[in-house]
């Protein structure tokens, strides 16, 4: 029997007309909520679950006039104080909403560590590996404004505005139900403790496909800055952090003195059911930092800086045997001093003798033309990765910017020139972008009639000239050291860019290549143009 015949039979059969019309109230109610709960949009479900959880840091359930402030119908189960007064006084209570609701997105209450981190004091946790020197502390900590690491997303990461984390305080017990969101989202608040006791949250870095990220103080190495991955409570996502923590371990202890520009595992542990690990702190991302300097390019020492660390990486790498399989400016940070990189976010990696065939490997604008023809890919990935990073740490302009794989051949063969037709033979995609005769065709939809419209394009020769593009993007007047070494790196570009993974330029070659071998004669720095 529903809610509402059980209502119904109640009050038909109650002799109190008072409670018969107080349950047909009740129906209405009921029958209003279910309509809204229907016609709820996700950002007012949203701006509702927002209101619950200020109101569960004040121990008081959200006003309506506070809901429909942030964009949301009232919640279906708060009422006014004398409305519960009325109901508390009533002969018999009214049977509640059956109504299953999401749960809404609140902080666990705060838990009782004091005994753990005594103890925890009594002997100093070791990390797995070397130990980062502490690190100075941050004044301000809450931070306004992060990147939001997306994986495999079509464009570049968008900045995003994100809400400072909330103090801890006495929560409404009745709503601490549920530590992650629905999307498995581990759900923290400002002075959390985890491992422990040890790590102390005080600030929110962000979120991306695979995990969130928490910024926090090490109670037992001096309160040194330290860098949580979250990652998400699903079967998926374990795995693929598991995996990554083993490639990190690889990493590391391939690394002892920590100078392979690879980001350091300080430790990991298990929280609430999610895999957590623990980074060095690093200050911003590639993409971050050019935006921060106008969008316009960094000069040419310092992208001859960074290409040579990041080199130094991509040895590290292969000397391990790992593909990174997600090099892009967002997964790559820089120190304070804006000197030193570091290559990070290894979720996408995976030891060279388990790269399989897929065509959405590495996010777009990095990704190399093999994994789109269905080639079986390798350490040369990478390579084409740092190099279309290192044309836009320059220039401020992503190289290829397609739509999809199809659009992105092509841009790549406007530059490069038209593949060998030996090497689209092999092939496993080159169906969806050449005819039978290995002529390239560009896959549009026709915007009138919704029909796939197909141009076929030859690329006789390369209609895009790289090393025009990056002396456009030079400041005038450029001091003659400085153009040799953009004449430079349009070389090695076109090198690192080989359209034949086999002939693209390796590790060691690069690193003895003019423009990284030869000082510009004054030390690298950063700065704008």
Excluded at 303 to 332: E, F, M, T, W
Aim: charged share 30%; glycine share 4%.
């Amino acid at each position: 029997m529903s809610l509402s015949d059980l209502l119904t039979e109640e009050a038909s059969s109650a002799e109190d007309l008072e409670y018969q019309r107080r349950v047909e109230e009740e129906l209405r109610r009921l029958e209003e909520e279910q309509r809204r709960a229907q016609e709820e949009t996700p950002e007012a479900r949203r701006a509702r679950r927002l209101a619950m959880l200020a109101a569960a840091q004040a121990n008081k359930a959200p006003t309506q006039r506070e809901m429909e402030m942030n964009g949301a119908a009232p919640h279906n189960g708060v009422k006014k104080e004398e409305e519960a007064q009325k109901d508390a006084a009533a002969a018999a209570p009214v049977p509640m909403s059956d109504e299953k609701e999401a749960a809404p997105v609140v902080a666990p209450a705060p838990h009782n560590y004091h005994s753990e981190v005594e103890k925890a004091k009594d002997e100093r946790p070791a990390d797995d590996f070397v130990e980062a020197a502490p690190q100075p502390e941050v004044k301000n900590a809450n931070v306004t404004a992060k990147v939001e690491y997306d994986m495999f997303s079509d464009s570049p990461s968008k900045l995003i505005a994100l809400a400072p984390v909330q103090a801890t305080g006495d929560a409404n017990s009745n709503l601490v139900d549920n530590y992650d969101d629905s999307e498995g989202y581990y759900f923290f608040r400002l002075g959390d403790l985890l491992d422990n006791g040890r790590y102390k949250v005080f600030a929110n870095s962000g979120r991306g496909v695979f995990s969130s990220v928490m910024r926090v103080k090490d109670t037992a190495c001096g309160d040194r800055e330290l860098v949580v991955k979250v990652i998400r409570n699903n079967d998926t996502m374990r795995k693929a952090g598991l995996k990554e923590l083993e490639i990190l371990k690889k990493l590391a202890m391939e690394d002892t003195q920590n100078k392979r520009n690879c980001v350091r595992l300080i430790s990991h542990f298990e929280h609430r059911n999610h895999l957590c690990l623990v980074f060095e702190p690093l200050h911003v991302n590639l993409r971050q930092m050019v935006r921060k300097f106008g969008g316009h390019g960094l000069d040419i020492t310092a992208v001859r800086s960074y290409a040579k660390q990041l080199l130094n990486a991509l040895k590290h790498l292969q000397k391990c045997g790992v593909v990174h399989g997600d090099i892009k400016p967002d997964n790559i940070l820089v120190d304070e001093n804006w000197k030193k990189v570091k290559l990070c976010d290894f979720g996408s990696a995976a030891y060279e003798h388990e790269c399989e065939i897929t065509p959405y490997l590495v996010s777009r604008f990095y990704r190399a033309p093999e994994i789109m023809l269905g080639l079986r890919y390798s350490y040369p990935i990478d390579m084409w990765s740092v190099g279309c990073v290192l044309f836009e740490l320059y220039t401020g302009k992503i190289l290829f910017s397609g739509a999809d794989n199809n659009e992105m051949l092509y841009q790549i063969q406007e530059i490069k020139g038209r593949f060998p037709v030996k090497l689209i033979r092999q092939g496993q995609f080159v169906t969806k972008h050449f005819n039978q005769d290995f002529v390239f065709e560009l896959r549009k939809i026709d915007k009138i009639t919704g029909q796939e419209i197909r141009e076929q394009h030859r690329f006789e020769r390369p209609s895009r000239d790289l090393k025009a593009m990056l002396l456009a993007a030079s400041p005038p007047n450029l001091e003659p050291a400085k153009l040799k070494k953009v004449h430079q790196l349009a070389d090695l570009l076109h090198q690192m860019l080989h359209l034949n993974p086999e002939q693209r330029i390796k590790v060691d070659a690069a690193l003895k290549h003019p423009f990284i071998r030869e000082e510009i004669g004054t030390d690298p720095q950063q700065q704008s143009r």
